[in-house]
Every structure is written in structure tokens, then in C-alpha cells.
T-cell receptor, first 116, second 113 residues
């Protein structure tokens, strides 16, 4: 088995601030993901990475940067936090470089963001 | 466009009663479908997954789902609900050659005694 760790658990920021969220996995998975979860809107894909130093944009990438410097870690940066923004950011990982539809994504516990 | 619709935002069921959660998908080609569950303050966990074959898929904790191509549906069922099933349930379809998922908006299940 393995685990996905997300830091911090809670993040309170100011409007316009750059905020960084971190994700670590010890599954030795190739592919990692960042999702944003808003109440009533489900999960929306921000970025994913199929290997070290690779980045692929999801539907919600505007306003975010991502970095995959190591196979085990994937960082997400909110480039300019929006006032009153409140969301949960979920990191996930999956084995394989892609093309295997049945592979399972494993999720971390999330980082809860609040912007004052 | 590919999409997943979960028409019920919230469902309340009595403990011991049966449960059905609805999921409709829009996908060109053969879909690969998943149900995930999110317990309070946790990430998502896989309940079950479908890829072409038997339309009824068994999952963990007594859950099963049935795929219907004619109805574009993948409904989740459980015969007897337990209080520990109180959670949010997400349906998802695989896209980008299996590399990513599109999720529905989720259904919150509340269990009454």
C-alpha cells in the first residue's frame, strides 16, 4: 500500500497572495493530479503530470501553476488568490503513463483554502 | 462533449433501507466508469469501476452498479444502508486515453436512524 500526503491541511491567505500547496506520494506512481472541489460543483481538473517534469493542463488551469520536479511530489501554486475564495484542493496519483482505462486514482485528504 | 450528470444533490435514506444513486454520462465511444466515495474530511476512495464486460459490477461494502449503454447510465445500488454509508458519492468517466477523469457534481447521502 501507499499514502498521499498533502500540506498544509488548511491554508488561509490574503487577496492577491501567491499560495503553494504540496503533495507527496509513496506509491511510486507515474501520474499525478490536482483537482479543485467546490461545493455543488464536483471535482474539476487543474493540472496533471504523467512523469517527472511533465505538465498537462486541465479545464481549470488558468490562475494556477504546477511543478513536478520529482516523481514523488507535485506542487500547485495559486498565482493570485481571489477574495472570499473557498475550496478544497485534492491531489491524486495513478500508476502507468496512461492508456490503461481501468487504473485507479488514489486521493489525498485535501488542502482547504480560505482567502480573506 | 464528455460529461457526467448526477441529478440528485442530496438523498436521505433510513438505515437498513435500499439505496440507488443515479449517474448519467455523455461519452463518444466506450466509456470506462467509476464510483468514488468521500467520507467527511477525507479524500476520495474507489467503490467500484466498470470496463467493457459484465454490465453489473460489484464493489466494496456491498455496493454494486449497473451499466446501461441504451440509457447512458451507471447507477449505484446498495441493498441495505448502514449509518457508516453517510458520505458524498461521485460518479466519473475516464477521458484523455485513460489519463484523467471527469467527475459528476456528487450526491450527498444522509442516513436516518
Amino acid at each position: 500500500g501507499g499514502i498521499i500526503t498533502q500540506t498544509p491541511k488548511f491554508l488561509i491567505g490574503q487577496e492577491g497572495q501567491k499560495l503553494t500547496l504540496k503533495c507527496q506520494q509513496n506509491f511510486n506512481h507515474d501520474t499525478m493530479y490536482w483537482y479543485r472541489q467546490d461545493s455543488g460543483k464536483g471535482l474539476r481538473l487543474i493540472y496533471y503530470s504523467i512523469t517527472e517534469n511533465d505538465l498537462q493542463k486541465g479545464d481549470l488551469s488558468e490562475g494556477y501553476d504546477a511543478s513536478r520536479e520529482k516523481k514523488s511530489s507535485f506542487s500547485l501554486t495559486v498565482t493570485s488568490a481571489q477574495k472570499n475564495e473557498m475550496a478544497v484542493f485534492l491531489c491524486a496519483s495513478r500508476s502507468g503513463l496512461g492508456g490503461r482505462y481501468q487504473d485507479t486514482q488514489y486521493f489525498g485528504p485535501g488542502t482547504r483554502l480560505l482567502v480573506l | 462533449a464528455q460529461s457526467v450528470t448526477q441529478p440528485d444533490a442530496r438523498v436521505t435514506v433510513s438505515e437498513g433501507a435500499s439505496l440507488q444513486l443515479r449517474c448519467k454520462y455523455s461519452y463518444f465511444g466506450t466509456p470506462y466508469l467509476f464510483w468514488y466515495v468521500q467520507y467527511p474530511r477525507q479524500g476520495l476512495q474507489l467503490l467500484l469501476k466498470y470496463y467493457p464486460g459484465d454490465p453489473v459490477v460489484q464493489g466494496v461494502n456491498g455496493f454494486e452498479a449497473e451499466f446501461s449503454k441504451s440509457n447512458s447510465s451507471f447507477h449505484l445500488r446498495k441493498a441495505s444502508v448502514h449509518w457508516s454509508d453517510w458520505a458524498v458519492y461521485f460518479c466519473a468517466v475516464s477521458i484523455k486515453g485513460g489519463r484523467a477523469l471527469i467527475f459528476g457534481t456528487g450526491t450527498t447521502v444522509s442516513v436516518s436512524p
